[in-house]
Every structure is written in structure tokens, then in C-alpha cells.
Nanobody, 119 residues
Framework: QVQLVESGGGLVQAGGSLRLSCANSGSIVSINAMGWYRQAPGKQRELVAAIASGGSTNYGDSVKGRFTVSRDNAKTTVYLQMNSLKPEDTAVYYC?????????????WGQGTQVTVSS
């Protein structure tokens, strides 16, 4: 089905920027929505940002105004532009994709990419 490959994580100083990418390298399916979640050590996975097929977006409160989610025209790659990064943004970032096959809904996840923000 969908195979999500993330890239762009790394180490950055506070106040810096990073851009994450997540591409579907699996079957060509109609993806309804794609999003980014993150999980810091000892914490639950939380929504960072999501974008629906129509282009509407949703952000976690802690990243509003600093992060921007977008998709390519083919709607197979989702990006997360992260600006004004803070040490508390340090986490493993996962992308996911929600799609349908033969009327059944699925959600697949990428393997995660580490983002570390130093103070």
C-alpha cells in the first residue's frame, strides 16, 4: 500500500529552521490527508500539523505561527517547514497518511525522523 519515507531531520540551534519531507514510495492511491505527529521521550505522540486533500490545515497549539504544512501537486509528498525552533520541539517526528482502498480506510505511518533543538 502506502510506504512513507521521511527525511530532513537533524540537529539545529534554537531559533533555527528545518524542513521535513515525507514521500509515498508505495502504491499510487488516493490519499485523503497527510500529517505530522511527534513524540518526545516519556510523552504521548501529539499532532503537529495535518493537511487534507482539499488543502485545509490543522496545527497543534504549540506550533501555530511557527510551522507550516504543505503538499505537492500530486498530493504524494507532505512537507513541514519548521521555523523559530525551540528546545521543546525536540522529538521524533512521524508522518502519516490516511487513504481508502476498495472502500476501506487505512492510516499508515513513516519510520520517524529525529529532530533535536539545542539551547
Amino acid at each position: 500500500q502506502v510506504q512513507l519515507v521521511e527525511s530532513g531531520g537533524g540537529l539545529v540551534q534554537a531559533g533555527g529552521s528545518l524542513r521535513l519531507s515525507c514521500a509515498n514510495s508505495g502504491s499510487i492511491v488516493s490519499i485523503n490527508a497527510m500529517g505530522w505527529y511527534r513524540q518526545a521521550p516519556g510523552k504521548q505522540r501529539e499532532l503537529v500539523a495535518a493537511i487534507a486533500s482539499g488543502g485545509s490545515t490543522n496545527y497543534g497549539d504549540s506550533v501555530k505561527g511557527r510551522f507550516t504544512v504543505s503538499r505537492d501537486n500530486a498530493k504524494t509528498t507532505v512537507y513541514l517547514q519548521m521555523n523559530s525552533l525551540k528546545p521543546e520541539d525536540t522529538a521524533v517526528y512521524y508522518c502519516n497518511a490516511a487513504y481508502e482502498v476498495n472502500g476501506l480506510g487505512y492510516i499508515d505511518w513513516g519510520q520517524g525522523t529525529q529532530v533535536t533543538v539545542s539551547s
